[in-house]
């Protein structure tokens, strides 16, 4: 069965619901799973085992952090690199005094993360967790705004999601849903389309 999430929502909530702890515990059994335990055997010697839960405590807490991501974050970032937007982009920072409006269709945007959390011991690393996160939005029907090469407003069709979350290349969570993006957004300082050094002089829109 495939959800809707309303937004805002983060990717904890795409992966793991609305339950903070709920999802706080779903990630100290991963980590407890996903090689943690095995990682602390094979290079700290000796540690007892409720400061081996300590540290999976702590690792789940790292990455419960790094999963706040904020999902329309995500794909604002995507839309930013789209091909049609740059153009839009580059045209409107050579012609300040003009907007384009930008129809995509069926698109994907798709953000991919690799961080890593190092295990250290008496400040000894003792070994490396590998996290995996991606996140793909598949979009249909989307207006976008583009002024002195920014996206100030857009108008979105429907949006699906699926994230997959995994430790040392294993999944750990993964899930489908549609996410309810707002039927029309505005940004009130704009999205920046194009890298610093390109950016035309660009005001505070009302």
Do not use: Y
Request: charged share 25%.
């Amino acid at each position: 069965m495939t959800d809707t999430v309303p937004h805002p929502a983060s990717v904890r909530e795409l992966l793991f619901g609305e339950d903070v702890e709920a999802a706080a515990e779903s990630l100290v059994d991963a980590a407890r799973e996903h090689e943690v335990a095995a990682i602390l055997e094979r290079g700290a010697q000796g540690l007892t085992d409720n400061a081996g839960r300590t540290v999976e405590r702590e690792v789940a807490s790292v990455v419960n952090g790094f999963l706040s991501l904020d999902l329309l974050d995500l794909v604002a970032a995507g839309w930013a690199k789209h091909g049609a937007m740059v153009e839009a982009a580059r045209r409107t920072r050579a012609a300040p005094d003009t907007e384009e409006v930008v129809a995509l269709a069926t698109h994907q945007v798709t953000s991919t993360h690799r961080p890593c959390v190092d295990l250290r011991v008496d400040g000894v690393r003792v070994g490396t967790l590998e996290i995996g996160l991606t996140v793909a939005f598949d979009v249909e029907g989307m207006l976008a705004v583009v002024r002195q090469a920014h996206l100030m407003s857009l108008r979105c069709g429907t949006c699906t999601t699926t994230g997959t979350l995994a430790m040392q290349e294993r999944v750990v969570a993964s899930r489908h849903c549609n996410l309810d993006l707002p039927g029309a957004m505005r940004f009130r300082s704009g999205i920046a389309l194009l890298p610093a050094r390109d950016q035309a002089p660009h005001g505070d829109p009302a």
